[in-house]
């Protein structure tokens, strides 16, 4: 590709993307989209949502409103500036054109929440819509967005809501958990304690029996010895009578 070429394509995208920051959610507008390196004129919205869940429901609501199926390659990890593609080719009966069409759609990622979509076609590759040349075709485009704008609109807020019920629902079960963890500790705490004060008593009893058995053990020694001292004057008196 020529340097200045690829530099016009690059600055085109860099204002394309300026552009879509400051636009206004949910206000169609026109603009340029790229299709093979070539500038197209498209209709242009910019909606809440990142571009996977975008996509997704541009699939869906397309399928269930019109009966299109738009296709394009498995979706890949997207960042800010990154670029997703779709068409659906040869439609008819959609209130655009009389005669078969092509429609492409870009899904362009302005931050991590909010997605550009960028909707443009023609009657083939060399034939592409124009607000000033087919202005019936790309009217009908304008109008499309509008129906689909009306319905991601509602789909974002509820999917808002949906993503807030969660958060709510996370806390409310990390407080339960949080308080089960607390009531958990408390019991735990007051059967330590318990358990504490019982082997206080037990060591408190056990010193007092140790204390006795340590007399009891002296006085035993000396009952002991005073035995033992008794069994041999025996045993000697009864030798003794034994020789005579």
């Known amino acids: 590709m ?46 809440d949502g990142p ?16 009966d299109l199926r738009f296709k394009g390659g498995a979706l890949a990890s997207l960042g800010v500036g990154k ?26 990622a302005t931050n991590d929440s909010t997605t550009q979509i960028a909707l443009f076609g ?15 075709e790309f009217k009908g485009m304008q109008n499309m967005m509008q129906k689909f704008v009306a319905a991601a609109r509602v789909n974002a807020y509820r999917n808002q809501v949906k993503t807030a019920e969660d958060a709510v629902s996370a806390a409310e079960k990390e407080q339960e958990k949080l308080a089960k963890s607390i009531k958990s500790a408390q019991s735990n705490t ?3 304690l318990k ?22 053990l002296t006085t035993n020694a000396t009952l002991r010895e005073a035995l033992r001292l008794r069994l041999q004057q025996r045993r000697e008196r009864l030798a003794t009578v034994d020789h005579k």
């Open 195 to 216: 358990r504490i004060d019982e082997l206080t008593r037990q060591n408190v009893s056990n010193a007092q029996q140790m204390h006795q058995d340590s007399t009891q």
């Open 122 to 136: 023609g009657f083939g590759d060399k034939t592409f819509f124009d607000p000033t040349r087919t202005v019936p």
């Open 190 to 192: 007051a059967s330590n």
């Open 51 to 66: 571009v996977a869940n975008t996509r997704d429901f541009w699939q869906q609501y397309m399928k269930e409103t019109y």
């Open 83 to 108: 670029k997703d593609e779709l068409s659906a080719q040869q439609i008819t009966g959609i209130k655009v054109s009389s005669r078969p069409i092509d429609l492409y759609v870009n899904f362009t």
């Open 2 to 47: 020529p340097i200045l070429s690829f530099r016009f394509t690059l600055l085109s995208s860099l204002l394309l993307l300026a552009g879509a920051a400051r636009a206004q959610l949910y206000e169609v507008t026109t603009s340029i989209a790229t299709l093979d390196r070539r500038d197209h004129s498209a209709v242009t919205v910019l909606v």
